[in-house]
């Protein structure tokens, strides 16, 4: 059974940061691009960021250079470091297993299988 458990939310500053973590099943680890998404209220969900299988990274323009993404294979846990947030990053993150390979780079929601069930990430000015 495929589960998905994020954590590490919470209220932080602007220039603040935060680490969030996915303790992922490990069928889901091994074999799927995991990836985080967000969502503010009235907004879409939109893809933050991806690792795939063989460690290769993507991150959404808005993050790029202030997100870092990485996993560690021993405890099949997911991780997003977050660095100098604004507060337009503020949003529930998911964590999201991928099922297609080769929307890895820049996935969609159509193309997540799983969904953790979100952390609130609040970043106030």
Do not use: H
């Not at 299988?53 to 470091?81: C, E, H, M, P």
Request: glycine share 10%; with cysteine; hydrophobic share 30%.
């Amino acid at each position: 059974q495929v589960q998905l458990v994020e954590s590490g939310g919470g209220s932080v500053q602007a220039g603040g940061s935060l680490r969030l973590s996915c303790a992922a099943s490990a069928y889901a680890y091994r074999r799927y691009c995991m990836g985080w998404f967000r969502q503010a209220p009235g907004k879409e969900r939109e893809w933050v960021s991806s690792i795939s299988t063989d460690g290769s990274t993507s991150y959404a323009d808005s993050v790029q250079g202030r997100f870092t993404i990485s996993k560690d294979n021993a405890k099949n846990t997911l991780y997003l470091q977050m660095n100098s947030l604004k507060p337009e990053d503020t949003a529930m993150y998911f964590c999201a297993a991928v099922f297609y390979f080769y929307r890895c780079s820049s996935p969609r929601e159509a193309d997540v299988g799983y969904w953790g069930q979100g952390t609130q990430v609040t970043v106030s000015s």
